[in-house]
């Protein structure tokens, strides 16, 4: 393909909104064409979606809203009930900020504010929730910017300044585009064609609305962009987890987190801090109390945003009568579901109660060849040793014949005496005369 130039046009909110009018996708919270949208189901599933994917957002989205059908109903429910139907989605500061703002929006008589700015002053939502939410539910002109579309415009105008610093020119270059009379039907068509033609890997160019004007699809570089900085992950770090099992009803020792930090009011086994040099043959010094701890085989992993984490797991049974350590409480097995476990915790209970072991390591490389198995008798019985063979008999040797010596060569003439005559010649024997026919017939 010849390469883009300058005097060609850029990309066109016309040819995207084309595309998007017949490949749009259906989605529980997407308002069908011709529908005026829901405010709550906007906010609610852009809030779910940040950092998730689709495909896990839809059934916690379906059930979210069956428990709590309207923003009044969210606001009304104690928290634990809030956190107990997000576990799982992660990032569980979106869920408290969730209920924080749905107080507020309940408090204005269940009305969100219809602009960018208004929104942003509710708690948890930024720049992009306020941006998609104004644009897909209000039909404000406003830029709704996340990793999808992010993608899209690097790509299209092949900006080469990395993330996050190219971030402004984005939001500037999509604010550029965004048609003032479907500025829903925009924001949700860049999201559409971030998730389903300009992905990651192997973008799909040659079904793509932009592909003409798209910069680095002329360059054939589309799947380095967008450019990013790489964050180091941080240090590996290490814990315990303790599963107190209680015979009779089989309850769960649990507690709750602490508000601030990480995973933050939600449920978990109690455990030992996490620790880059934890001890963990010194685990038990961390244990909510006394009781005969086994160590379970394998580990649990799991990766936040900023560390990977290993847990050791220790289960034990303890007696009906058992003291609750202060702060803890037991949780039938039945009623776990109803705890805000968040997804980590429940690898631990999933483990404690059907314990895998750790996979083996296959070495990399060429695999080396084994010997042939020995038979099963040789590493037992002693190697059979073979008698030497008897001594050959002993041979006199036979001197060797000495050779004859030659007769002398005759005297050469200088040998001669001086009154010599000549040297006597050589007798030969004379042959056998053949006998001719005549002499056979006489």
Not at 370 to 393: G, K, N
Request: hydrophobic residues 40%.
């Amino acid at each position: 393909m010849p390469a883009r130039t300058e005097t060609e046009p850029g990309p066109s909110a016309a040819d995207l909104l084309a595309w998007y009018d017949r490949h749009r996708r259906v989605l529980p919270w997407r308002a069908l064409a011709g529908t005026m949208p829901d405010p709550y189901r906007v906010w609610l599933s852009e809030v779910m979606l940040q950092q998730t994917t689709i495909a896990a957002v839809r059934p916690y989205f379906e059930r979210f809203l069956t428990r709590f059908p309207d923003v009044f109903a969210l606001a009304a429910a104690p928290e634990e009930a809030v956190m107990s139907a997000w576990a799982g989605l992660g990032y569980y500061s979106r869920a408290r900020n969730l209920h924080a703002c749905a107080k507020a929006v309940a408090a204005a008589e269940g009305r969100f504010p219809d602009t960018a700015e208004g929104l942003r002053r509710l708690p948890g939502i930024g720049a992009y929730t306020a941006g998609a939410i104004a644009a897909i539910a209000f039909g404000r002109p406003e830029a709704a910017v996340d990793g999808n579309v992010e993608r899209v415009l690097s790509r299209a105008y092949a900006i080469e300044a990395p993330l996050p610093g190219s971030r402004p020119e984005i939001r500037r270059l999509t604010q550029a585009l965004v048609p003032p009379d479907r500025p829903g039907d925009f924001a949700q068509a860049l999201m559409d064609l971030g998730a389903t033609i300009c992905t990651p890997k192997r973008p799909a160019c040659a079904l793509c609305p932009w592909m003409r004007p798209c910069h680095a699809r002329a360059q054939g570089t589309q799947e380095t962009f967008p450019h990013k900085i790489r964050v180091a992950k941080g240090a590996l770090r290490r814990g315990a987890a303790f599963v107190a099992i209680r015979s009779g009803d089989e309850a769960v020792l649990l507690r709750t987190r602490a508000p601030e930090g990480l995973l933050g009011n939600m449920a978990e086994p109690p455990g030992s801090a996490w620790d880059p040099d934890y001890d963990v043959a010194a685990a038990l010094l961390d244990a909510p109390l006394d009781a005969r701890w086994r160590r379970l085989p394998g580990l649990v992993r799991h990766g936040f945003t900023h560390f990977p984490l290993e847990l050791t797991v220790f289960s034990a049974r303890v007696a009906l009568s058992t003291p609750i350590p202060a702060g803890m409480r037991f949780t039938p097995r039945a009623a776990l579901d109803d705890e805000p476990l968040p997804g980590l915790m429940r690898k631990v209970l999933a483990h404690a109660f059907d314990p895998k072991p750790e996979p083996e390591k296959k070495p990399r490389g060429r695999p080396k060849k084994e010997p042939p198995p020995m038979p099963l008798l040789a590493a037992i019985e002693p190697p059979i040793s073979m008698p030497d063979p008897p001594p050959r008999p002993l041979v006199r040797a036979v001197p060797k014949p000495q050779p004859k010596p030659a007769p002398a060569p005759p005297p050469d003439a200088d040998d001669l005496p001086e009154d010599a005559d000549e040297p006597p010649a050589t007798v030969r024997p004379k042959p056998p005369a053949h006998r001719t026919r005549s002499a056979w017939k006489r």
